[in-house]
């Protein structure tokens, strides 16, 4: 009995240890790290999946609710936090100040700590402190919020933000502890995210002295605490090609453990490791969740990691709780912004034929886009619309690849499609939506605008243009900032005719793009000069002076006129199912095609690059001549004494 009692007991003890071995709910798989973070960045309003590229759809609050979920089963005790710009790019964004979506979104979904992203003051100090007032007063459960190199300044809705940051809590640091690890948070805003908003009101310290300070204060207080601890910033700075500002702050401050970087809309399939700092991203509009678990020895050293991206696609389920969120503020949109429209949220308002270039795709060439196409014609329709018998013509409409948020795929066009399209910013009304307004320029300055495109594009995507109206050619071979080698009105007929360097010409495009054209001095230090004017030639002061109404009274947005000029087509023209020769690339070494209309940096350069090349031939030729010399006289030396022998 006592004998086959004790093989039962070794065989049960077997069973178990086998069990143990190979089940990870047993094993300690998934306890093998302390630390576990949850994070997201640039989710821009995006409650619902957006087409991709491939025929399916990505991302979606609906969606990431879910994994958001499942994550949490594995890992109960991991934090979730965001790196800001969770606003800004959907319909949801137009009750942003009287119903704080984005925040209650975030709160739902069980985020614990963001951060504040330059399209967070899209609708200036103002809409900001009005946002953060509705979030605080509501009752729903939201996400702290952390900021710690900003200072609110003197001006207009001042006073209002401060009393709205301090109502609704927001700390330049904080530190939550789960699961016995102690976390400390702090958020930046970066140079280039500052850039970014112009209308923001407030003064950005440089983010490696903000960060070196409160590196400084939370090892001060987390070694009051018990347990090992990590250091996270959350911060809307930014990685360029594994570089950039975010790479940057990582070499310059010592003891931040995880940079969770946004801003630049990056994918990193693995973390950017610099000194001990990891940096992660995990890509725009809520494409992917992003978890980093880290092992951590007793002092909270940083000893092993794990990292994943989670597809938000079409294989995950929508969270119902999330869907009905979603849904009971559409009624409140259609009320509040719709209704002046005369549309509502699922409005269908075209259809498509034929699939237009996938945003992640868009403006990553330099080429013409039938996207950009669509959106430059249809400026020149609604203003014909608005202005009616008054109507000026319009010589050239453009707009920039940074202010297009998305496309359109085969199949319905609705309301709700439009507006992500082009959903940026807020006219002079505080309504959402950058409204179109008209300036004049002359046609060497178009020349010049031109010129932007086919030299900066390749340093800076986002200043691609798209033009009706114009055509323009480039050689890119030519120097830079002379690569345009033709350009030229189209007129309505289809007919082309040279343009005049000192004659005015009609230019519409958005609020945004034109306050940039201004920029152009600046940057090409003088050498291509854009000065947006008035009608009668008077340099402009205030974009917003410019800003072009309908017959109502209210402005023309951007995102409305692609609205009224895809439904006053109904099918999408077949026009726009390929280029039409708007702008050419005609690479050429032909030596006319590479000096044709040089402007004087083109001609000193060449000068320069002439004088290098003269330089270059007369030391060879020195060079080669001093050796033939040298042979010579070694040779006739040589002869002379076996001639004396």
Known sequence: MVHHGLKRLFLTVLTLILLISVCPAWG???????????????????????????????GGYTRLATLLALERVKYPDAITVDGGDFSMGTL??????????????????????????????DYRASGLAQMLETAAASGSQVPAIVQSNGTVLDGEGAEELRAAMEAYGVQDHMILTRGGINYGIFGLMGEDADACAPMSGMEFEPVADAARREVAALEEELAQLEGPSVIVCLSHTGTDGGKGEDYELAKAV????????????????????????LIVSCGEYTTNLGVLALELDDAGT??????????????????????????????????????????????VLARSE?????????????????????????????????????????????????????????????????FNVSSLGSGADGTPGYPLISVWVTGRELRDAFEVDASVTGLMPAAQIYG????????????????????????????????????????????????????????????????????????????????????NGSELKEWYALATYLQSMGTVDQRYAAPEGRKVEEASLNPVSLLKGLNLVGWIALVVCLVVLALIVFIVYRIATRGRRRRYG???GRGYHRYRG
Not at 255 to 275: R, W, Y
């Open 28 to 58: 300690a798989v998934e306890n093998s790290h302390d630390a576990v973070i949850l994070f997201t960045h640039d989710t821009h309003d995006h409650f619902y999946p957006a087409p991709s590229e491939d025929g399916g759809e990505y």
């Open 92 to 121: 949801f964004q137009t009750i942003y100040a009287t119903q704080a979506p984005e925040l209650k979104a975030l709160g739902a979904m069980g985020y614990d700590v963001t951060t504040l992203g330059n399209h967070e003051f």
């Open 254 to 277: 010592d003891g931040i453990d995880v940079i969770i970087s946004g801003h630049t809309h990056s994918t990193l399939e693995e973390p950017i490791q610099v000194n001990d700092t």
């Open 302 to 347: 940083v000893t092993d990691y794990d990292y994943r991206l989670v597809p938000v696609d079409e294989t995950v389920t929508a969270n119902t709780e999330m869907e009905r969120l979603a849904q009971s503020f559409q009624p409140i949109i259609e009320e509040e912004y719709l209704s002046q429209f005369g549309l509502t949220f699922d409005q």
């Open 354 to 418: 034929f699939d237009f270039t996938p945003i992640s795709q868009f403006g990553k060439e330099h080429k013409e886009d039938t996207l950009g196409n669509l959106i430059a014609d249809s400026y020149i329709y609604a203003v014909q619309q608005a202005e009616g018998e008054d109507y000026v013509p319009v010589d050239f409409a453009v707009v920039a690849a940074g202010v297009i948020r998305e496309s359109f795929s085969a199949g319905e066009i609705t309301t709700s499609d439009v």
């Open 468 to 551: 009706s109206g114009m055509t323009w050619t480039w050689n890119p071979y030519r120097i830079i900032l002379n690569r345009v080698n033709d350009y030229a009105q189209v007129l309505p007929d289809g007919t082309t005719v040279p343009l005049e360097d000192d004659k005015l010409y009609r230019v519409v495009t958005g609020l945004y793009t034109g306050q940039m054209l201004g920029t152009v001095n600046d940057q090409s230090f003088g050498i291509l000069t854009i000065t947006p004017k008035d009608a009668q030639g008077n340099p402009v002061t205030n974009f917003e002076d410019q800003i072009i109404y309908t017959p």
């Open 634 to 636: 070694g040779q006739k």
